[in-house]
């Protein structure tokens, strides 16, 4: 009767560990095109295309606050890595920018902004399958970002055009969820807060150097769809802010056009 019985609860433990597994193994969540199977490897690389709205406030000599918004549209590429549960992804953004700054203050006619913006993101996404249903697995990221932006100002001091960095890079992390739909397309979507430093430089005004810490907000959602087994199309919205600094945000969308291998 005592072997009947260790048999029967081995047999029932057994069934439940190979219905987990098969839970996991048949999850629709691994027709995203950057997750890969239990005990397996994926690689991918994407072309970027990226169109971004941003609000900007920038400070004169006096102190003066002036506002503008940028516009742009670039083409950038991303790329990862995973094995299981865990993916490790690269992006690089490239940006362009003109903007004018109307008359305020002490500024007493039009200024041109001709700009430019590299962000560099590198994170690591784990996939929490012991939370996961079959439709639906929720994930944790860690990373840093880095970047680095130029303005070129039509403003001139003592003859020397201003030109003025900035420079952004600090840890961040997340939290977001894969919500497949079909095995050909399904969601994305995360929230991640990154700690920055930020360094400002003029070449002609003392007071914009400057370092400071700030905390950066960034959501994103995307979907994808499997053109093929290889190729697939992700389509996103993002949204970002500086936490308790006006004129910060920046919205807009991004078209990854990608190849799985």
């Known amino acids: 009767m005592k072997k009947i019985l260790i048999g029967t609860i081995f047999s029932l433990v057994s069934c439940l560990v190979y219905s987990q597994q098969r839970v996991i193994e048949d999850s629709l969540v691994y027709n995203d095109p950057t997750v890969a199977k239990q005990s397996k490897w994926v690689k991918g690389v994407s072309i970027d295309y990226n169109y971004t709205q941003k609000d900007g406030v920038g400070y004169d000599s006096q102190g003066g606050a002036h506002y503008q918004t940028t516009n742009s549209s670039t083409v950038g ?48 996404r784990y996939l929490i399958t012991d939370l996961q249903t079959k439709y639906f697995v929720p994930y944790v990221l ?3 970002a880095y970047v680095k932006d130029r303005q070129d100002m039509d403003v001139y001091v003592n003859g020397v055009r201003e030109v003025n960095k900035t420079k952004i890079s600090g840890p961040g992390i997340g939290l977001g969820a894969i919500i497949p739909l079909t095995k050909n397309y399904g969601l994305r979507a995360d929230i991640r807060e990154y700690f920055a430093s930020v360094t400002t430089s003029s070449n002609v005004i003392g007071a914009f150097n400057s370092t400071r810490e700030v905390q950066y907000i960034r959501s994103t959602v995307t979907g994808y769809y499997n053109i093929s087994d290889n190729v697939n199309l992700q389509l996103g919205l993002q949204s970002s802010f500086i936490v308790n600094q006006v004129k910060s945000t920046g919205t807009g969308g ?8």
């Open 77 to 124: 590429f991303s790329a990862f890595g995973g094995y299981g549960n865990f993916t490790l992804m690269a992006t690089y953004a490239p940006e362009k920018y003109s903007t004018t700054v109307p008359p305020s203050g002490n500024l007493s006619s039009t200024t041109k902004i001709n700009g430019s913006t590299d962000w560099y993101e590198v994170i690591g």
């Open 142 to 144: 860690g990373g840093f």
């Open 254 to 261: 991004y078209l990854k056009l990608g190849y799985t291998f």
